[in-house]
Structure formats: C-alpha cells, structure tokens
C-alpha cells in the first residue's frame, strides 16, 4: 500500500504537519483514496483484516533476525528507519480503514481500552511486574498454581496491550 497512497496525502501534507495528523483526518483520506479508485467494494472487514496481517508480516520482516535493538534505532541507517516508517504506516492505514468499515471510533475504542487496562493493571500492584492480570484479581490466590497451558504468560513484559 505505500506506493499508491501517495495521491491520498497531497497537498495537505504541509498544513497536517502543522496541525498534526488525526485518526479521523487519516480516516477520511483514506474513505477518499478507496472511493476515488472505487476499491470500496474490496474493502470488506475480512479482506482488510488479512491485508493488515500482510502488513504485519513486512513489519515483522524488518525485525526479523536482528536481535533487541535498543530504542531510537541508533545504528540503523537512515534507509532502514524510512523503510520501517512506511511499513508501520501501512499497518496504521489499513487498522484505521478497517475500523472505519466496521464501524468502530478507533481513537474512543483505544482510550477506553487504556482506561481498561489502568483499573486492570493499577500501578501500585503492578508497577514494574511481568506477571499476568489474573494475578492482581480477587481470584488470583485460587490461580496462583496454574499450569503453563493455562495461558498464563510469566516472563512477559507487562504492557497491558497484549493480555
């Protein structure tokens, strides 16, 4: 996707650096793009879904191989880091085209799920802790002898975003 989303972005690319780029400003560029290509009709929630996870996929490919990698990217070249910025807009893009197809305000859906996360994760008995949500809970001394196929994922960073 990121040869062909270029005519989508012209000639506001300057005011938006200004302003600052919304989810709904991304949302309505890309409703554009489809409509003006009719792709409308190839934009249905599954075939979004896998074009995502194809995206995904490049994403990954970046990663692939390399190890951790410190933050800021320091010893990558400048290439690399355009080309990793172009393929995290492509997943950008098709998240916001689906979730405008399914009908989902992305932006209110992410900051109630942080809001989530917050009463799921509270600072003070997770800070800094890899442990598993179900561990803070009130049952969490009847799940404390689970078993590793339970799902439990100890050893995981405590992000929030992935349980």
């Known amino acids: 996707m990121s040869t062909t989303t270029e005519g989508a972005v012209s000639g506001t690319a300057g005011q938006e650096e200004e302003e600052g780029v919304t989810l709904e ?10 409509r003006e290509r009719a792709w409308e ?28 990698v410190p933050r800021g990217l320091p010893d990558w070249e400048e290439e ?3 080309h990793l910025g172009e393929e995290l807009s492509d997943v950008l ?9 399914c009908g989902v305000d992305l932006g209110k859906a992410a900051l109630r799920k942080l809001e989530l996360n917050a009463h799921k994760y509270p600072v003070q ?10 561990r803070y809970s009130s049952n969490a001394h009847s799940r404390s002898n689970e078993d590793p196929s339970s799902g439990t994922s100890e050893g995981l960073p405590n992000t929030g975003l992935h349980r």
Request: overall charge positive; proline content about 2%; aromatic content about 8%.
């Open 41 to 68: 009709q190839f934009h249905s929630p599954r075939n979004l879904l896998l074009a995502l996870v194809g995206e995904v996929g490049e994403l990954s490919e970046i990663f692939q191989w390399k190890g951790e």
């Open 80 to 82: 690399e880091k355009q």
């Open 25 to 34: 400003s991304l949302r309505r560029k890309m409703a554009e793009f489809a």
């Open 125 to 134: 008995l997770c800070k800094g802790s890899s442990r598993k949500h179900t």
């Open 93 to 101: 893009l098709y998240l916001v085209r689906l979730s405008d197809i």
